[in-house]
């Protein structure tokens, strides 16, 4: 089992900046593949973006590359998602996802989920 507890959201001005965090306990964190996603209300949840167990590799979607960085610090067992630019549209609840050998867009083909943590951007 894996607990993934996320912090850093809140409400912030279109052009803002937020950093979220997702703290894993449980499991070998340094064998973990870490995602990100968002839902708004009414929509599905949205992939955003992953980085492999190593660090080495990171995907994104087009609605935030360029704009939001994913890293992955295995010393404190913890990942992090850096927005830049927010706009209204990245209005959502955020959560943080892991799986030992998920490189999927797809939230069903992720194992463990954090609660999630509101993002507000105002216009």
């Known amino acids: 089992q894996v607990q993934l507890v996320e912090s850093g959201g809140g409400l912030v001005q279109a052009g803002g900046s937020l950093r979220l965090s997702c703290t894993a306990s449980?499991?070998?964190?340094?064998?973990?593949?870490m995602g990100w996603f968002r839902q708004a209300p009414g929509k599905e949840r949205q992939f955003l973006a992953l980085i492999s167990w190593s660090g080495g590799s990171t995907y994104y979607a087009d609605s935030v590359k360029g704009r939001f960085t994913i890293s992955k610090l295995n010393a404190n067992n913890t990942v992090y998602l850096q927005m830049n630019s927010l706009k209204s549209e990245d209005t959502a609840v955020y959560y943080c996802a892991a799986d030992t050998h998920s490189r999927s867009t797809v939230a069903a083909d992720w194992d463990y989920w954090g609660q999630g943590t509101q993002v507000t951007v105002s216009s």
């Open positions: 449980g499991r070998t964190f340094s064998r973990l593949d």
